[in-house]
Nanobody, 116 residues
Framework: QVQLVESGGGLVQAGGSLRLSCAASGSVFSINIMAWYRQAPGKQRESVARITSGGNTNYADSVKGRFTISRDSAKKNTVYLQMNSLKPEDTAVYYC?????????WGQGTQVTVPS
């Protein structure tokens, strides 16, 4: 079993920045993909960014150039989502997800609010 703990959400004004963290523990394996998703009220959960264990990244078009996903160089099972130039439409609950060995795991989510 894998546990994911997210942190770093909060309320920030438009144009501001936040950094989300996700720490994985338990039965973690070196080959994995970690990703951030988000779900706004009344909308489906959507992919925001993902990073492979080899460091390859992908982003949703809506966040390209503003968000950066990365892995901690020392704590390999911790990923970050640096969010800059935040917009009201970025308001959502952000979830961390880990895929490994055919299974996927989700964190509990962290709220990000950008008032309009």
């Amino acid at each position: 079993q894998v546990q994911l703990v997210e942190s770093g959400g909060g309320l920030v004004q438009a144009g501001g920045s936040l950094r989300l963290s996700c720490a994985a523990s338990g039965s973690v394996f070196s080959i994995n993909i970690m990703a951030w998703y988000r779900q706004a009220p009344g909308k489906q959960r959507e992919s925001v960014a993902r990073i492979t264990s080899g460091g390859n990244t992908n982003y949703a078009d809506s966040v390209k150039g503003r968000f950066t996903i990365s892995r901690d160089s020392a704590k390999k099972n911790t990923v970050y989502l640096q969010m800059n130039s935040l917009k009201p439409e970025d308001t959502a609950v952000y979830y961390c997800k880990r895929d490994q060995r055919g299974s996927n795991y989700w964190g509990q989510g962290t709220q990000v609010t950008v008032p309009s």
